[in-house]
């Protein structure tokens, strides 16, 4: 048997002892294992002690982005399997020697001695390997290399080693053939407009950092037993088991920081938005869309390294961002709302998420056909991308700024938010259309562009080409107030013939308007004169909760629903003496009819 040693490799059926000076001896190579040895004056054997079994090699010195270093060990185990560990270089100095406990965990028989665990320390660190890698424990790309945890594609020049995760080892993975995963799968579902979606987003990641473009998400929304789940297995099988790639909302903002990371330039999965904690669901759609965790220090003083992503993430639940967080009595923004762009499930076809039934009598037949696909082929899809991916590195930028650009052109109207939710599908669209191009989803060409336009144009649908939910959300929740208390919380101020415009542009002068009381509480006034509701300060600032007054009088004077005096200070003078205050926000009726 042949012995892996960074020493010398020498055939254990000769008499060849691989042997490094220590001490009054030395550390000696037998057929059992490494010893620590000592010879009389006559170099007969005086004293030996096991320190290791044999096959413990040093493969290489590496560093870190850094410049921290470690050693990389490799051995088997007790049971034969061969084992590897990137140990950082400090631990050799480390009095408690926690290494060796490592290393027992993981299956290396070692000494319990401790002259012999000060040999073995020796032995590792005077190790004269030659071999220099570079070390990291992000996956994602590193120059023009793509490290995942069973392989690492790309340029091999330069070594590159990643420390085995096991929470990534479960679910990472391939099972069946490429081959399989596209004739049983992928070429099945090319006209499922939301199945090439999700295909496609899961082929996304890996072009962020190529294209520079910050990562986001999409989430699916739909009543339950519609196959919204179905939709996040067959994106999850691109990559590994669907069963364990797949993670959940409930969980932690910090948690969800660790997810990121393991999904670093590729995709992460979340199922059931209503199981996130209301209150933290808005914070983690920001946290991962913007690529970067939170910031902490040392116990000692000094910041930590901020852990760092860039994804595209899917999502899926019976209910919007929007509802779940304002279940909790929160609100949501623009921003963040395209951060996380939700598309309707049901493509309107009569059969669920599906627009067509091809794989089963019903809706119901088709998904569990897909699933159980999905179940026996994974991953091979996603190795297939990146070895298409590293080797193309080049042309793939090129032809996919082609794509993006052609998909924008199908939507020259959009504009503000809704242009940023554009760049980010035609993402989608590029990565499914490459994929196709290599051969790898068995689609025919334009199947990927089809199925993304399907899924942006619902967006459209829901938010509108600027895509400024935030906006339509203000002007909302003014127009249902005003509705619903315009005839018993609003006094009217009823015109006369005495009316008269003062220099003030806008301001009326009702001196001798009448006022019609109302039998409740008083909000404010309703002006004839210029169907205006004039509400006072203190009142419209509690009426807008929990949106910001700045934002609040931004969006009215650019839709023109507020009526203000010449310096646009958001308030208009009231010159009559019959109402008891002097400047209020005049909020025009128009705004009950508006449409964006």
Known sequence: MKVKNAIQSIEMDTDLITKIAYKNGYIELFPDGWYLVEHNAQDQLKYKEFICCHSLSVLARCHDENDNWFFVLQWEDYCGDEKRWVMPAEHLHQYSLQYIQELSKRGLKVSTMKKSKDALSFLINKNPIEKIGAYTSRLGWHGKKFVTPYKIYGDTNHETYFQDLNALKKSYGTKGSIDDWRNKLSSLLREQSRFVFAISSALSGPLLKLLDIPGGGFHIVGKSSIGKSICLYIAASVWGSPSTYINHWNTTSNAAEALAAMRNDGLLVLDEISQATNKDVGTMCYMLANDKGKSRSFSDGGNRPTTEWRIIFLSNGEETLKSVIEADGGTTNAGMEVRLCHIDADPGKGFGIFDSLVLGLNAEEQANTIRDAASINYGTAGDAWLTYLTANLDEVKIRAKEIMREFKNHFPGVKSQANRACDRFSILAAAGEIATEAGITGWETGNAMKGVKACFENWIMNNGHDGNQEERNIV??????????????????ISSKNSKKTDSENSIEDNSALISKVAGSRTGYYRESDQVFLIPPNTFEE??????????????????????????HGTLKINNPNVDYTRAYAIKKSIMDYQF
Do not use: M, R, W
């Not at 909302?476 to 101020?493: G, T, V, W």
């Open 543 to 568: 009426i807008c909760k929990p949106y910001p007054l700045k934002a609040v009088i931004e969006t009215l004077v650019k839709h023109k629903l507020i009526k203000t005096d010449k310096d646009h």
């Open 476 to 493: 909302k929740q003014l127009s249902l107030y005003l509705e619903k208390y315009a005839n018993n919380k609003f006094e009217k101020i």
